[in-house]
């Protein structure tokens, strides 16, 4: 049994670019965990481009909230190789929650555009638990 997905909730992955070709798109990869109030937190792994002798990987968390179609979070790196500021992003989510496009920024500095896209195919699969009877022992 499945259903359509109508929430962030999942597992996506996705690329954002800089501006004027400034460093190679980057691609990333999200969990997202959405409540019934839209509002959702998440951590993300995206390789290190500019500083990787520092760290391959870095890691950062997510907080924001999605209005309808609308969706708008911020991401805080947590300092490993060399990241430790923040970039906010805001975007929209087609009517599937498959695919969510925008824009990111770093305040004051510079932004750039993202996509993302489910991992998971967009459904929620109903978990069937099958329960096996206990081995009997014969004496």
Known sequence: MTKRRSTLTGSWSGAF?????????????????????????????????????LSAIIDATLEGAREGSALNFIKYYNGNGGMGHLVTYDGVVDASFQRSDGKWSVPGSWSGTFFMERDDLGVEEAVEVKVEAPIQVRK
């Not at 800089?18 to 959702?40: H, K, L, R, S, W």
Request: aromatic residues 10%.
């Open 17 to 53: 670019r800089y501006p004027d070709d400034a460093f190679p798109e980057t691609v990333f990869n999200a969990q997202i965990e959405e409540n019934i109030a839209g509002a959702f937190v998440g951590s993300v792994q995206e390789p290190n481009i500019i500083r990787p002798h």
